[in-house]
């Protein structure tokens, strides 16, 4: 007999939960082979929205969606494991930046790197146009979840 609790055609927070959670294992078991196993995907939420010159913990919070509490707890975490680095804000000196280090720069590179291969082999598989299409409207949805959520 079917579990009725779950549904013959997944939800949308079903399908967004198995495709980060695929997502995420692909990746990280991908930079644990690159030299990059002391990292989790919980790190991700201050990774994947830093650039070369760095981001307040407030903007960090504000991209990934997670309080700044949460994101401090990260910081300190991944400034522990030498991925980042807090420095002074050269626009308002009472503010810091969290940059990445010499190894959190790499790291971001071979995160980007191996992200472009699955979505290449996505976009493979689904077609340029189609993909680049679910792409468009999945980050839409995304947009309208989070504005609905008060994010």
Do not use: N, W
Request: with cysteine; aromatic share 6%; charged share 30%.
């Amino acid at each position: 007999m079917p579990d009725s609790r779950v549904p013959a055609q997944p939800d949308l927070g079903m399908l967004a939960g198995r495709l980060l959670f695929a997502v995420q294992r692909e990746l990280f078991t991908a930079l644990a082979a690159e030299g990059f196993g002391d990292l989790s995907p919980r790190h991700g939420a201050v990774l994947a929205y830093l650039g070369p010159d760095g981001a307040r913990a407030t903007e960090l919070s504000r991209l990934s969606g997670r309080r700044k509490q949460v994101i401090g707890t990260m910081v300190d975490e991944l400034e522990t494991l030498g991925y980042v680095e807090r420095r002074a804000d050269p626009a308002d000196r009472r503010a810091k930046l969290v940059c990445p280090t010499e190894r959190g720069s790499a790291m971001i590179g071979a995160s980007t790197r191996i992200l472009a291969g699955i979505e290449d082999r996505h976009a493979q598989r689904l077609g340029r146009g189609e993909y680049a299409e679910f792409k468009r409207a999945l980050a839409e949805v995304t947009d309208q979840q989070r504005h609905f959520a008060g994010q």
